[in-house]
């Protein structure tokens, strides 16, 4: 028996070859294919109990546990559709009570499951069953019955460029049989949103109620989806800044103390953004024309990266064979899972390697012998967090990344009871920057094609599923009027964060690190909205207001829609976080095109 695991199927598949099918449920069947259920003694003899005779079935079901029916009993009505590739006998049969299982072999309290359709011979073959979601249209059912006998078992990604867009085609799979039916799937929002309008190879049926996490999903027709994403506009700077003299003074004083700043961490990630946070240096340095500490710093950023480059760093990345991948050897080695942030256990790698490759893009824009030097290791970083070969034999295909969600995942090889998840978008967006500035500055076309690819789908992911404006519908409104998630995971959506519960923690770790390509995920309008919510429940705040650490990120944000009073509170701050700086503060709100 063989269940193929497909993302946006409307239909549940089991391949069986020579067994007996039972379907199992936790709820009452009332009808079947229009024949009401008459329910029997269990005891009975099998040739008394009710049969059904046909390749599809009818279920219409009342079912325990999936909130309260219009009579207030806790159930709700559903209806379902079972399809064979042959004509079935199915069986009806009640279970006794004294066999009802109330624990599983956990000891955990189940609900017992008293009815089941049995197969009355065995078969080989497919099965699908399907949801007709409540006030469906009868277009669904037909949608539905169409498509039953294709089903996708693997699925390829192909992609494609011009000078602005990119066309990532999610399809072409391989189908189980040579049915002329088209494929019917499910997309999610941000799929809409970039189907390429003037393709034949899918055709869009519109929104049938099949709801996930993710909002509601739209039915498809064809096995491949063509979509057209605009690239955001990228690079080291940002074009055209000016800057009033009144702010210079201050900018360059910041600068010259700033230069002087050691990195302290010895891990990943810690490293990663104290060095990425001097690279930025480099480049407000270069803008200003101020060169004597723009090629300071960058001998010291040499002198700080050559180490991990070599590996002759204390807690330097190793090879691991057995997931392939590159892990700091604390990671690998540590005792605690969590060392390094779980390193070792691939968890949130393009966080810290996102940082890394910044920097190293900066000094191999500055310093061309740095990139002949180590472009090898700068690639195998590149190639653990999205790699843009899916023949690569030593890295897995965009490690991070969800081609159907349109995001990434950061949890590593570990179980968490609501699958892989990501709190920390804006961290994703850096590291596919990263990635970028790396192809750019190395001159390695497939890498800065890829890094630019992944850049503009995290972006949409964060404005589709991490940021709230007034006008989503992506969740229920008192969720949504958060403005901000904190995690996304794979079913379910949470507002906190891993380090903490305050609206500051979920609003800033999806924003940071303040950068030229902040700009392309958060614009003027979001802020508008966003930003009275950190406001309300962070700075006015009587008990345990914001600290210092968060508060230099909350004025940048503020900065977006406000820079004048942004830059009188900046003024005042004696602390920022290690990946940030009172230079790249100020020059990020002097240059607000606001300002």
């Given at each position: 028996m063989k269940v193929p695991m497909v993302r946006g199927s409307p239909y549940v598949t089991v391949e069986y070859e020579n067994v007996l099918p039972v379907l199992e449920f936790n709820g009452t069947v009332s009808a079947i294919n229009g024949k009401q259920v008459q329910e029997t003694d269990p005891l009975a003899p099998w040739n008394e109990l009710q049969t059904w005779t046909s390749n599809r079935f009818e279920l219409e079901l009342e079912v325990y546990g999936t909130g309260e029916s219009a009579h207030g009993t806790g159930k709700s009505q559903q209806k379902w559709i079972l399809y064979f590739d042959k004509v079935r006998t199915l069986q009806l049969q009640f279970a006794n009570e004294k066999d009802y299982r109330l624990y599983n072999?956990?000891?955990e309290l189940t609900t017992p499951t008293n009815i089941r359709l049995v197969d009355t011979d065995f078969y080989s073959g497919a099965a699908r069953l399907a949801i007709v979601p409540q006030g469906a249209p009868q277009?669904?059912?037909?949608?539905?019955?169409?498509?039953?006998?294709?089903?996708?078992?693997?699925?390829?990604?192909?992609?494609?460029?011009?000078d602005t867009k990119r066309f990532p085609d999610l399809g072409e799979p391989n189908l189980n049989s040579t049915s002329t039916a088209e494929l019917l799937m499910m997309a999610n929002p941000h799929h809409a949103a970039t189907f390429k309008s003037d393709s034949d190879a899918f055709q869009v049926l519109g929104q049938f109620g099949h709801r996930t996490l993710k909002s509601n999903m739209t039915a498809v027709l064809g096995s491949c989806w063509e979509m057209q994403e605009t690239l955001p506009t990228a690079s080291f700077q940002e074009e055209?800044?000016?800057?009033?003299?009144?702010?210079?003074?201050a900018i360059k004083v910041a600068l010259a103390n700033d230069s002087n700043?050691?990195?302290?961490?010895?891990?990943?990630?810690?490293?990663?953004?104290?060095i990425a946070r001097q690279a930025r240096l480099v480049l407000i340095a270069d803008k200003l024309g101020e060169k004597e500490p723009r090629d300071e710093i960058l001998d010291n950023l040499e002198e700080w990266l050559t180490p991990w480059m070599l590996g002759q760093n204390g807690d330097h990345f190793v090879y691991d064979r057995s997931w392939g991948g590159l892990c700091s050897l604390n990671g690998l080695k540590g005792v605690f899972w969590m060392t390094d942030f779980g390193n070792g256990w691939y968890n949130d790698h393009h966080f810290h390697y996102g940082y890394?490759?910044?920097?190293?893009?900066?000094?191999?824009?500055?310093?061309?012998?740095?990139?002949?030097?180590?472009k090898a290791a700068v690639m195998s970083i590149v190639r653990d967090i999205a790699s843009p070969d899916q023949s690569d034999t030593f890295f897995p295909?965009?490690?991070?990344?969800?081609?159907?969600?349109?995001?990434?995942?950061a949890s590593g090889v570990y179980t968490l009871d609501g699958g892989k998840s990501q709190e920390s978008v804006s961290e994703a967006i850096n590291a596919y920057y990263g990635v970028y500035l790396v192809g750019k500055s190395f001159k390695v076309p497939e890498v800065e094609h890829m890094g630019h690819l992944l850049l503009a789908l995290e972006i949409r992911g964060a404005q589709t599923y991490w940021q709230m404006p007034s006008n989503s519908d992506i969740y229920e409104p008192i969720y949504a009027a958060n403005k901000m998630t904190g995690q996304i995971a794979a079913t379910k959506v949470s507002y906190t964060t891993w380090f903490g519960p305050q609206v500051e923690h979920m609003h800033l770790i999806?924003?940071?690190?303040?950068?030229?390509?902040?700009?392309?995920?958060l614009s003027p309008a979001y802020v508008q909205e966003e930003y009275p919510i950190l406001q309300q429940q962070a700075f006015d705040r009587a008990q345990d207001p914001i600290d210092d650490r968060w508060k230099g990120y909350a004025y940048l944000d503020l900065a977006i829609i406000d820079p004048v009073d942004a830059w009188t509170k900046v003024q005042n701050m004696s602390f920022f976080d290690d990946g940030s700086s009172r230079t790249n503060s100020l020059y990020w709100i002097a240059t607000r095109p606001t300002n």
């Open positions: 072999w956990r000891g277009a669904a059912v037909e949608a539905l019955d169409k498509a039953a006998s294709i089903y996708p078992v693997a699925s390829s990604i192909t992609t494609d460029v011009d055209d800044v000016q800057i009033q003299p009144k702010y210079l003074e700043y050691t990195p302290e961490a010895d891990d990943p990630y810690y490293f990663g953004k104290e890394f490759l910044y920097a190293v893009a900066v000094v191999g824009k500055f310093r061309p012998e740095f990139v002949k030097t180590h295909f965009t490690r991070h990344f969800s081609w159907f969600d349109s995001h990434s995942f999806n924003m940071i690190p303040f950068t030229p390509i902040t700009n392309a995920f």
